[in-house]
């Protein structure tokens, strides 16, 4: 079956602590994205990435670091720096071929600060 | 800037009783525009999406929405709610500004009363 994986379904972190969420697929996809979602807020870019060893901030980057070695693989940390990380991430990807234009997402991983 | 807009937070109908979800967007192309569903404590699952021909498209589990380029909106509709599509939905536009997003509107969530 394809499609998009995170891991955990749940996070606890610490006063301090960096945390890394996972976000793997087997889509082949080229491009893949991060979001943070807030009760009435929905979701918001955090980062995205067009290309493997590529990588762009989005709306909210500040607080969050993400790397892109392998195309299957977009992992997020949440750094000490990110004073209000309680949320829930979401994983997307996408196929950067014409008139694909559509996000898969994963089913999130929720965030909670100790 | 781009932006999408869902006036309504939240909506109440009666099981049978027929749907409408407002979006409007500000994009100043062509948008591609769609419409996302969540379960909570889930990830976004799609229901239909419009890139170009027929504005009037069909998504699955019965919904369907109308993009008018004069009132800038895409409209959700179902003609019959049944008790399972009690979730938030999320209006969206894909947009390509230094690579390809996808803007999310604030959501709507939809009670469904039996």
């Known amino acids: 079956d394809g499609g998009i994986t995170q891991s955990p379904k749940y996070l606890f972190r610490k006063e301090g602590q960096n945390v890394t969420l996972s976000c793997e697929q087997n889509l082949n996809h080229d491009a893949m994205y991060w979001y943070r979602q807030d009760p009435g807020q929905g979701l918001r870019l955090i980062y995205y990435s067009q290309i493997v060893n590529d990588f762009q901030k989005g709306d909210i980057a500040e607080g969050y670091s993400v790397s892109r070695e392998k195309k299957e693989s977009f992992p997020l940390t949440v750094t000490s720096a990110q004073k209000n990380p309680t949320a829930f991430y979401l994983c997307a990807s996408r196929t950067t071929s014409a008139t694909q234009e559509t996000q898969y997402f994963g089913p999130g991983t929720r965030l909670l600060v100790l | 800037a781009q932006s999408v807009t869902q006036p309504d937070i939240h909506i109440t109908v009666s099981e049978g009783a027929s749907l409408e979800l407002r979006c409007n967007y500000s994009?100043?192309?062509?948008?591609?525009l769609f419409w996302y569903v969540q379960s909570p404590g889930q990830g976004l699952q799609l229901l239909l999406k419009?890139?170009?021909?027929?504005?009037l498209v069909q998504g699955i589990k019965g919904f369907e929405a109308e993009f008018k380029r004069s009132q800038s909106s895409f409209n959700l509709r179902k003609p019959s709610v049944h008790w399972s599509d009690a979730a938030e939905y999320f209006c969206a536009v894909g947009v390509h500004t230094g690579g390809f997003k996808t803007i999310f509107g604030a959501g709507t969530r939809l009670f469904v009363k039996a």
């Open positions: 994009y100043g192309a062509t948008p591609y």
């Open positions: 419009y890139f170009s021909g027929d504005t």
